[in-house]
């Protein structure tokens, strides 16, 4: 039961995850009660930035992020279920926000308020209407200032049926709808492609990509797309040992071998 943020989840993931320019290294491992991961990232200038975190849980109270940047801030993420079906949870990193999930049957209610300007009101809801369709809806309410008054409202809906996925949005209050379709050949190959459809232009086609995963010799997961903009992307997702994970990376426009772009990221 997927909420109204991940109606178009499948599409989405398959074109943009483990795609990357940055060079990092990801560790996790547990201190007793604390998962404490730390992460590093190498910028192009050769300069390596670290931050840490940890999650953990007391007395009922989920500390889903507690994670210091090599900026001097602080991520704080923390959720409580106080009864059956609902969640409070609380964000605070460069704002701070107050939200409730609630889960009845078919329906996932979502809401948000930032408490720290109290400048803005979120919700959403999704709802299950058979088996394999969902549809729903969010909005967003300026609560304070000359812009005051909702500031956005969009629907969505999505359908699965066999290796077939499709999924409808729009964005910028109806004037754009966005469509993602995601097909399984089989075990091995996922096709995906995301359009976008306006008034000024009838069909733009932002990325069609696969994934592969069905070479002999076990090389891992191999995922490629091609962009609109003229990328053409391609990354290899394989774990090289238990728990021990690689990503390697690389893009380039056209046949201009000058604006080739790699990554390289391990995560354990």
Do not use: W
């Amino acid at each position: 039961m997927p909420k109204f943020a991940d109606i178009a989840k499948g599409p989405n993931d398959l074109l943009n995850d483990d795609y990357t320019s940055n060079i990092s290294l990801k560790c996790k491992s547990s201190a007793g009660p604390v998962a404490v991961t730390i992460e590093t990232e190498r910028s192009p200038a050769g300069a390596l930035t670290s931050k840490i975190g940890g999650k953990f849980a007391y007395a009922g109270l989920n500390f889903d992020k507690l994670q210091h940047k090599a900026d001097g801030s602080t991520v704080l993420e923390t959720s409580l279920v106080p009864c059956k079906g609902c969640k409070m949870t609380f964000k605070a990193n460069k704002g701070a926000d107050l939200g409730v999930e609630y889960t009845a049957g078919s329906i996932i209610t979502t809401g948000s308020l930032d408490v720290l300007n109290m400048s803005k009101l979120s919700s959403s809801t999704c709802i299950g209407v058979a088996p394999g369709a969902f549809v729903g809806g969010d909005l967003s309410y300026n609560l304070s200032g000359d812009k005051a008054g909702l500031s956005s409202y969009n629907v969505g809906a999505s359908y699965s049926t066999g290796p077939l996925f499709a999924s409808v949005t729009t964005a910028s209050k109806f004037s754009q709808f966005n469509v993602g379709v995601l097909y399984k050949v089989n075990k091995d190959l996922s096709l995906a492609s995301n359009t976008t459809h306006t008034s000024s232009k009838a069909c733009d086609v932002l990325a069609i990509g696969g994934a592969y995963s069905g070479l002999v010799g076990s090389v891992g997961t191999i995922k490629a797309k091609v962009g609109s903009n003229g990328v053409t992307s391609a990354c290899i997702v394989k774990e090289v040992a238990p728990k021990v994970n690689l990503t390697a990376s690389g893009s380039i426009s056209g046949a201009d071998f000058s604006t080739f772009k790699y990554g390289f990221g391990i995560s354990m």
